[in-house]
Antibody
C-alpha cells in the first residue's frame, strides 16, 4: 500500500526543537520529492519546503529558512523535519506529502501523511 | 512569497455549480501550468482534485474541473453535493524551486 506514515503528536516548550518523521512505503522513495506543509489551528496550509530523497537536495521557504532542517534516511525510506526555536505560533499540524512528476516537471501532491500535531506551550 | 488570493467562502445549493478563483501573478500562477487544487475535510489530510491547471486524477469525480486565464486559476464544481462541503486550496509553482498555497476557500453546500 502506497502511504506516508508520520510520527505521533509532540509537546514542546518555547525555545525547544521538534523532529517529525515521515516513513514511506509501497513506492520507490528516491523517485519522488517530499514536501512539508504546516497548518495552524483553523488556518490555511503553508508550504515549508521540500527534500529530494535521491540526492538530499533541499529547498526551504524563506519564512522558515534558518529554523527548519529537512533530512532523509534512504535505508529507512524516511524523511524528517526538524523545527527549532519553537514559539507558541508554531503550534500546528505538520504534514509531509509526496510530489509526483508529469513529464519532466514536478507537479502536485498525490499522497499525504496523516499529519503530526505539534503543540508548543510553556 | 505571498499567498495566492482566494475568496474566504463560497456557497451553493445541491445541484448548482460554483467556481473558486485563485489569483496570483505572472511569477507563479500565470507563469507556469502547475496549479493544483486540494480538498480538505475537517481533521483530514488534503486530497488533490486538479493538477497541472486542469488535469483530473483518476478517481476524482468529473464534476470537478480546473481552468486558468492569465494570473487567475479557477476550480469549478458542478452538480454540487453535500459531500463537497470542505475547504479548498490552490497551490502553484512560484519559480526558483519554490511553491505557494492560496489562503483557502470554505465551500458551504446550503
Amino acid at each position: 500500500q502506497v502511504q506516508l506514515v508520520q510520527s505521533g503528536a509532540e509537546v514542546r516548550k518555547p525555545g525547544a526543537s521538534v523532529k517529525v518523521s515521515c516513513k514511506a512505503s509501497g513506492f520507490t522513495f528516491n523517485d519522488y520529492i517530499i514536501h512539508w506543509v504546516r497548518q495552524a489551528p483553523g488556518q490555511s496550509l503553508e508550504w515549508m519546503g521540500w527534500i529530494a530523497p535521491g540526492d538530499g537536495a533541499t529547498r526551504y521557504s524563506q519564512k522558515f529558512q534558518g529554523r527548519v532542517t529537512f533530512t532523509r534516511d534512504t535505508s529507512a525510506s524516511a524523511a524528517y523535519m526538524e523545527l527549532s526555536s519553537l514559539r507558541s505560533e508554531d503550534t500546528a499540524v505538520f504534514y509531509c506529502a509526496r510530489q509526483f512528476k508529469t513529464g519532466t516537471l514536478w507537479s502536485a501532491f498525490d499522497i499525504w501523511g496523516q499529519g503530526t500535531l505539534v503543540t508548543v506551550s510553556s | 512569497q505571498s499567498a495566492l488570493t482566494q475568496p474566504a467562502s463560497v456557497s451553493g445549493s445541491p445541484g448548482q455549480s460554483i467556481t473558486i478563483s485563485c489569483t496570483g501573478t505572472s511569477s507563479d500562477v500565470g507563469g507556469y501550468n502547475l496549479v493544483s487544487w486540494y480538498q480538505q475535510h475537517p481533521g483530514k489530510a488534503p486530497e488533490v482534485m486538479i493538477y497541472d491547471d486542469s488535469k483530473r486524477p483518476s478517481g476524482v469525480s468529473d464534476r470537478f474541473s480546473g481552468s486558468k486565464s492569465d494570473n487567475t486559476a479557477s476550480l469549478t464544481i458542478s452538480g454540487l453535493q453535500a459531500e463537497d462541503e470542505a475547504e479548498y486550496y490552490c497551490f502553484s509553482y512560484a519559480g526558483s524551486s519554490s511553491w505557494v498555497f492560496g489562503g483557502g476557500t470554505k465551500l458551504t453546500v446550503l
